[in-house]
């Protein structure tokens, strides 16, 4: 498909062209120390929680307010997000969809009339079952979908049953994903998604889940006594005439929070190509991603190399300065508390639930980010003074467990500093 979108949403550029110019005064207090040997005592502190680390990369970067850049270390170099990469992918949903969005799934109709069926309750058409892209969509809820059909008095259709899932592009994986990833880290991706598209397994569900969606469906109008003449097919049927049922996802803001405390990779890349779509005028990841750096930039934010939205990608690549810059420009734009309530909390919520507990519990709010050799955490949390914190650590090529610790005595370190 071709590299150029022009039609990025105008809405998502005008906040984040609003939030660049309000950036210089938003950040004004942590640009320029004010006490140089305050920042440089607490920098060494939080240095030291990577002591034990040997040949592991280590790269971080944390901004306290009113003292300015208190860790530079390898600040620039891109390493992989991991999962930290939904940051990017649940600012640009919020900015671009907005947080009270919801997912449309929705049953309509071919052929001429105003009401779903006539008195005999005969459909004369094809019934469309549309894919919206709710990455939530479970069996139960196309179950309702089909009693909603029979509901509206449909008994009998003359005509086939659709299933179109054009709002999306058909791969069903992104760029540098290990073969396995689809299947086990993620369903493999379509517009319309079941159950994560993980009730049944298989080489032809990883090629194209539709027919099997299809074939569910189908089962359940069946179930709920709607007998369909024709043969089932995928892709775009004639005009649809009308809509005859209707589910609709919950709000964007909670889906983000379950995806971004659960690190849930199917959620993010599904959303990621609702970005495309909404921002971009095509469902793809790549469209997604462009919406991503293209609304980062707006805000005066350059990103590193921004492949898919889950972060499994191993071409993904970020600095842990341009994540903290992010985060501090999220925090200026309208979106910023909805963005900042989707994150774990620790000791308390989400991947964060079991870390940081003691002094830092419940003042954290990161998202992790975890693959083999990979330990990261970047987000926020305030010193004991209640001056606003921004920070991301990125290890690389380490152990997990030490990786971890280590990145948890840094970040106490800065939530119970008092500078």
């Known amino acids: 498909m071709p590299r150029s979108f022009p039609c990025v949403s105008r809405a ?31 920098g060494s502190a939080v240095g030291r929680a990577f002591a034990g680390l040997g040949h592991s990369s280590v790269a971080g970067y944390a901004v306290v ?17 991991a999962s930290t990469e939904k940051l990017f992918t649940t600012g640009a949903a919020l900015l671009t969809l907005g947080p009270s969005y919801v997912f449309p799934t929705t049953v309509g109709r071919t052929g001429t009339g105003t009401a779903p069926a006539d008195d005999s309750g005969t459909l004369h ?6 894919g919206g892209g709710d990455p939530t969509l479970t069996s139960a809820d196309l179950d309702r979908l089909a009693a909603s059909v029979a509901a509206a008095g449909v008994r009998r259709v003359t005509g086939r049953v659709w299933l179109d899932d054009t709002l999306f592009d058909g791969q069903r994986g992104a760029r540098g994903w290990h073969a396995d990833y689809v299947g086990s880290e993620s369903g493999p991706l379509s517009a319309l998604m079941v159950d994560h598209n993980l009730w049944r397994r298989g080489a032809d569900v990883r090629a194209d889940p539709a027919p099997s969606n299809l074939a569910l469906f189908r089962a359940d109008l069946l179930r709920h006594k709607v007998a369909v003449a ?160 921004w920070f991301a650590f990125l290890v690389d090529r380490t152990s997990l467990g030490p990786a971890r610790d280590a990145i948890d005595r840094a970040v106490a370190t800065l939530a119970t500093s008092a500078p």
Request: proline share 5%; hydrophobic share 45%; with cysteine.
């Open 12 to 42: 998502a550029l005008v906040v984040a062209a609003a939030v660049a110019l309000a950036l210089p005064s938003a950040q004004a207090a942590g640009a320029a120390p004010a006490d140089p040997a305050s920042a440089a005592g607490l």
């Open 65 to 81: 307010e009113g003292l300015g850049v208190v860790v530079d270390r390898r600040a620039g170099t891109r390493q992989p997000p």
């Open 125 to 130: 058409g094809d019934l469309v079952l549309r």
């Open 230 to 389: 024709g043969p089932s097919r995928v892709g775009q049927p004639g005009p649809v005439t009308g809509v005859v049922a209707t589910h609709t996802s919950a709000r964007l803001d909670h889906i983000l929070t379950d995806m971004d405390r659960r690190s849930d990779n199917s959620y993010a890349e599904m959303v990621l190509k609702a970005v495309g779509a909404a921002g971009a005028g095509s469902g793809s990841t790549l469209a997604g991603a462009h919406v991503v750096v293209t609304t980062a930039a707006a805000m005066g934010v350059t990103l590193g190399r921004v492949v898919d939205g889950s972060g499994l990608s191993t071409l993904d690549a970020e600095s842990a300065q341009a994540e903290v810059a992010y985060l501090q420009a999220m925090d200026a734009t309208p979106v910023a508390q909805a963005f900042r309530r989707t994150l774990p909390v620790s000791c308390s919520t989400g991947t964060l639930a079991g870390r940081l507990c003691g002094v830092a519990s419940h003042r954290v709010s990161a998202k992790t980010g975890t693959l083999d050799h990979t330990a990261n955490l970047a987000g926020f949390t305030s010193t004991l003074s209640g001056q606003r914190v």
